[in-house]
Nanobody, 120 residues
């Protein structure tokens, strides 16, 4: 059974930093693209970042480029999202997502989410 368990969300002031973690299990980590979506109150889900070791690429939403960094620890089957220079508009529930081989707009597997709140 695929499981994605997020942690690291919380309340932070604008300009601050947070690091999200996602522990993955139930699949071969190297075979999957893994990343993060987010959903702000009253808005649609948005792809934030994704990394595919299978094809060797990394994606970021324009809104987070230069501020967020995705990384993986293959030995721990864990993906991280380092978020710097946070803005109130980054407030959202952040979901860890995974999909076989490729990053996709319709990722197959989703965690339960972790809430990030950025105060102004």
């Amino acid at each position: 059974e695929v499981q994605l368990v997020e942690s690291g969300g919380g309340l932070v002031q604008a300009g601050g930093s947070l690091r999200l973690s996602c522990a993955a299990s139930g699949f071969t980590f190297d075979d999957y693209a893994i990343g993060w979506f987010r959903q702000a109150p009253g808005k649609e889900r948005e792809a934030v970042s994704c990394v595919s070791s299978h094809v060797g690429n990394t994606h970021y939403a324009d809104s987070v480029k230069g501020r967020f960094t995705i990384s993986t620890d293959d030995a721990k089957n864990t993906v991280y999202l380092q978020m710097n220079s946070l803005k109130p508009e980054d407030t959202a529930v952040y979901y860890c997502v995974a999909h076989l081989y490729y990053c996709s707009d319709n990722m197959a597997y989703w965690g339960k989410g972790t809430l990030v709140t950025v105060s102004s």
